[in-house]
Nanobody, 116 residues
Framework: QVQLVESGGGLVQAGGSLRLSCSASRRIVNAYRIGWYRRAPGKQRELVAT???????NYADSVKGRFTVSADNDKNTVSLQMNSLRPEDTAVYYC??????????WGRGTPVNVST
């Protein structure tokens, strides 16, 4: 069983920054996809930013230009740098790893709360 452990969430004022990290218990190099999703209160989980095996990073339109996803294959971690945070970014953020197209692993999530 693969474990994904997120860290870095918390409370921040609008306009501030946070950096989320996800540590995987297995190698992430050559993963089909790895990245971040979020679930805001009362809403469905949505994609935030992912790294595909053979493509460029993929971002939700709402975070383009503000968030940056990156992976460290040596440390088996994926990070999400979040700048210019807005109250609508408030959500629980989940790390996701797809070793191949048929398997999904999820972390337990880390909460991000952006105050006005």
């Amino acid at each position: 069983q693969v474990q994904l452990v997120e860290s870095g969430g918390g409370l921040v004022q609008a306009g501030g920054s946070l950096r989320l990290s996800c540590s995987a218990s297995r190698r992430i190099v050559n993963a089909y996809r790895i990245g971040w999703y979020r679930r805001a209160p009362g809403k469905q989980r949505e994609l935030v930013a992912t790294i595909e095996r053979w493509g460029s990073p993929n971002y939700a339109d709402s975070v383009k230009g503000r968030f940056t996803v990156s992976a460290d294959n040596d440390k088996n971690t994926v990070s999400l740098q979040m700048n210019s945070l807005r109250p609508e970014d408030t959500a629980v953020y989940y790390c996701n790893l797809k070793p191949n197209s048929a398997i999904d692993y999820w972390g337990r999530g880390t909460p991000v709360n952006v105050s006005t």
